[in-house]
């Protein structure tokens, strides 16, 4: 087991990786309303990465062993779909909610990956506060992020937080290291004990992305190969963000002005300098 350490040039290009990929989100956001389609939002989130940033899809064509490559440039998963739902001709209607998630690949060949939910229209209650439980893990495993931590703490404080709340953690998939290749060591489980895994260390970088189900956690794969739902049907939610482990916590790098800052529950040093960073963003360039 070896989580590589970036070098202080990794982490300045992966701090660009990472924020070009929120810019897609924040450049998509206004066109996720009733009556689109998930394949139009496909269609402008890549025409924006190529035309505008400069970037690639690193989701369109990946393949990887066992798999068809996936055929598209962003993920879309909508309502009881979980994670990897492939974006095509159906219309958003009101009461939806959607997880997009996107992920740039610079020309110096790093990766940026990040994800957030859309309620189309005022959205249920109940749909609302899965959405906003699930921020709060993310936020919740983010904070549990130090030098000198382990693994394990990120897992145990999303898995608390979810089950006290009535959901659910999806097991099959996880965080990962990310950098030169999309998905590299360590697996970052969204459930787990405190003090287990390995100790985190300054200068790691990796995803926190918990899929969090509003009933079981049990999940199945739809004929497409790709798509993941809910086996019961309940609804499903997501956050994803890049984290680079400091001595004294978390930096978030998928940050973008259009980001949502922490949740009220996330206090400190944390909340406030992701607050500063968010601020003092420049909108997304617009094409
Ligand atoms: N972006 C997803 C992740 O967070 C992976 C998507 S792979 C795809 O790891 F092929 F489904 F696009
Ligand atoms: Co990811
Ligand atoms: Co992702």
């Not at 590589?4 to 660009?16: D, F, S, Y």
């Not at 200068?203 to 497409?224: C, H, R, V, Y």
Request: with cysteine; hydrophobic share 35%; glycine share 10%.
């Amino acid at each position: 087991m070896s989580i590589g350490i970036k070098t202080p040039e990794e982490i300045t290009e992966m701090r660009l990786a990472c924020r070009l990929a929120a810019e897609v989100l924040d450049y998509v956001t206004p066109f996720v309303k009733a009556g689109v389609t998930t394949g139009k939002l496909d269609q402008l989130c890549s025409d924006y990465m190529t035309q505008v940033q400069h970037t690639t899809s690193a989701t369109l064509n990946y393949q990887p062993p066992g798999y068809s490559p996936y055929p598209a440039s962003i993920c879309t998963s909508l309502n009881h779909q979980v994670c990897h739902g492939i974006p095509g001709g159906k219309a958003l209607k009101k009461g939806d909610i959607l997880n997009i998630d996107v992920t740039v690949v610079t020309p110096n060949g790093f990766f940026g990956d990040t994800s957030r939910m859309f309620i189309v229209g005022e959205g249920s209650i109940f749909a609302r506060r899965l959405c906003q439980v699930t921020f709060e893990c993310m936020w919740l495993g983010i904070a549990a992020v130090r030098g000198g931590a382990h693994l394990g703490d990120i897992g145990h404080v999303i898995q608390r937080h979810a089950e006290g709340n009535g959901f659910s953690v999806v097991r099959e998939f996880c965080g990962h290291g990310i950098g030169r290749r999309f998905h590299e060591e360590p697996q970052v489980l969204h459930y787990g004990t405190r003090g287990s895994g390995p100790e985190l260390k300054p200068g790691m970088i990796f995803t926190i992305e918990p899929m969090i189900n509003a009933g079981k956690a049990a999940i199945s794969e739809l004929p497409d190969g790709w798509t993941i739902v809910t086996k019961d049907r309940s609804l499903s939610a997501q956050f994803e963000h890049t984290i680079l482990v400091t001595e004294t916590g978390a930096e978030v790098l998928s940050l973008s002005a259009g980001c949502e800052p922490p949740p009220k529950l996330i206090t400190g040093a944390l909340a406030e300098n992701t607050a500063r960073a968010i601020a003092a963003l420049p909108s997304a360039p617009q094409p």
